[in-house]
């Protein structure tokens, strides 16, 4: 049967053992397979960096997350509740939220208005859900944020 990931949301083949978006394990694989190995942790500081904005107080801003387990998730918009709040008009209240994996970054739009574009070289291409990597610049609305795995 096909599985949906417990940490992005992906619909995967029942035989991909990991998910095929963000790496996260199956979860009866979870159970069955790799119970004997201990859950796997990483230790990684998640920077959100502003490159461009109309908030001019903005640029250059970097928002900081220690993260301690994958699936540690980071949310990203307009809305004062957000971890990393963006008042640029052009930015959705819940614009996207970032799940950050023992593989990588998965950008989830959250359904914003003016959609999400990862931008790669002069091309910029929407995004519903992907794993960027370990490092992306992403544009929401009219600001860009370039997005960064650490060791710590
Ligand atoms: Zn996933």
Avoid at 44 to 49: G, K, L, S, T
Avoid at 68 to 80: D, K, S
Avoid at 86 to 103: F, G
Avoid at 127 to 138: C, D, S, T, Y
Wanted: charged share 25%; aromatic share 4%; net charge positive.
């Amino acid at each position: 049967m096909p599985w949906k990931c417990p940490v992005c949301g992906t619909i995967n083949r029942d035989e991909d053992l990991v998910c095929r978006i963000c790496g996260a394990y199956k979860p009866e694989a979870t159970t069955k397979k790799i119970s004997q190995t201990p859950r796997e942790s990483i230790a990684a500081v998640a920077i959100v960096e502003v490159l461009e904005s109309p908030i001019e107080s903005l640029i250059g801003r970097k928002f900081e997350f220690k993260i301690n387990t994958p699936g540690a998730i980071i949310t990203v918009g307009r809305a004062v509740e957000n971890q990393v709040v963006i008042p640029d008009p052009a930015v959705s209240r819940r614009h996207m939220r970032l799940i950050v994996t023992s593989n990588g970054v998965v950008v989830e739009d959250l359904g914003s208005s003016n959609g999400t574009y990862i931008i790669e070289g002069n091309n910029e291409r929407l995004i519903k859900v992907e794993n960027v990597g370990r490092q992306a610049v992403l544009k929401i609305g009219n600001t860009k944020l370039r997005i960064y795995l650490t060791h710590r």
